[in-house]
């Protein structure tokens, strides 16, 4: 089933990535928020998972559960971490078996206490390999990559960063989800350089509404992402919860009404498995009928 029925003149694609929670309690809270989120209509959901797969069972149980309990398309995310070529194979039959319509191939960082990614024996070094091994094996996902509007930290050159994602593209990827960003600019000059490079897929913005910048600043260190200074400025007059979370949202709101009207085909929001920040976004923004 292809990502691509998403997106289209006139729309505005939407999805929501979760993670899978540590507890009971978590997960029970994960779904109060998901309730919350699918009112605004979105097209699909994903579910990461944790450093070296340590939850992929969980995170097939919980797509699972959301495409049972709201009737939607669901993505599993799968990363080449640990996993030999069989083992992907078994998790993609699996995910095949429960009704998973979209996997989200990623090469995945190294594991924790590891700087440099290093195959397994019998794995895949690079993400193209792994929409390689799912379009040539397992045809009916719809396949999602990550893309880097700041080039991935891990890159030799921005050059070198967007031939990695054409192979991906070329490969057999229908969508490209960016990493998370917050200057519009290094996202417009991404796809202006992804179309002279002749990736022409749906290049869909990942967008991570800020509610903490303590957080914020923890997250944009582990992946390279820049916050402009104004807005880091703006964040910390305050040590205070509520101030933060209203600047961020402003902010937020801004930053992906500049992205709609820019045309852009979709929307991917991290919502970190809640659903108030999100939600006052899209209620703030005006988007296609």
Excluded at 63 to 70: A, F, L, N, S, W
Excluded at 71 to 89: E, I, K, N, W, Y
Excluded at 133 to 155: N, S
Excluded at 186 to 202: K, Q, S, T, Y
Aim: aromatic share 8%; proline share 6%.
């Amino acid at each position: 089933m292809t990502l691509t029925k998403h997106y289209g003149p006139g729309k505005l694609g939407l999805s929501f990535e979760l993670f899978p929670p540590k507890t009971e309690a978590g997960e029970e809270a994960m779904y109060r928020h998901v309730d919350q989120l699918v009112e605004f209509k979105p097209d699909f959901i994903t579910c990461t998972y944790g450093a070296g797969g340590s939850t992929r069972d969980k995170t097939l149980g919980i797509v699972e559960q959301v495409k049972r309990r709201y009737d939607l398309p669901v993505a599993s995310h799968l990363t080449c971490v640990g996993s030999t070529v069989d083992q992907l194979r078994a998790y993609l039959t699996e995910a095949a078996g429960r009704g998973i319509d979209y996997i989200v191939a990623l090469r995945g960082d190294p594991p924790r206490g590891e700087t440099i990614f290093q195959a397994v024996a019998g794995g895949l070094r690079y993400a193209n390999e792994l929409v390689e091994l799912i379009r040539g094996e397992f045809a009916d996902f719809g396949i999602a990559v990550a893309g880097y509007p700041e080039t991935h930290q891990e890159a030799p050159s921005p050059e070198i960063d967007l031939a990695n994602l054409k192979r991906k593209v070329d490969a057999g990827a229908d969508v490209v989800v960016t990493q998370l960003f917050y200057d519009n600019d290094d996202f417009f000059r991404f796809r202006d350089r992804c179309d002279e490079a002749g990736i022409h897929v749906p290049l869909v913005p990942g967008i991570l509404p800020v509610t903490s910048l303590s957080q914020i600043q923890r997250i944009t260190s582990m992946c390279a992402a820049r916050l402009p200074e104004t807005f880091v400025t703006e964040l910390g007059q305050r040590d205070d919860e509520d101030w933060q979370f209203q600047v961020g949202i402003d902010f937020a709101t801004k930053q992906v009404q500049a992205l709609i009207d820019a045309e852009v085909p979709g929307i991917h929001f991290y919502v970190l498995n809640k659903s108030q920040a999100t939600s006052a976004v899209l209620k703030a923004v005006q988007r296609p009928e």
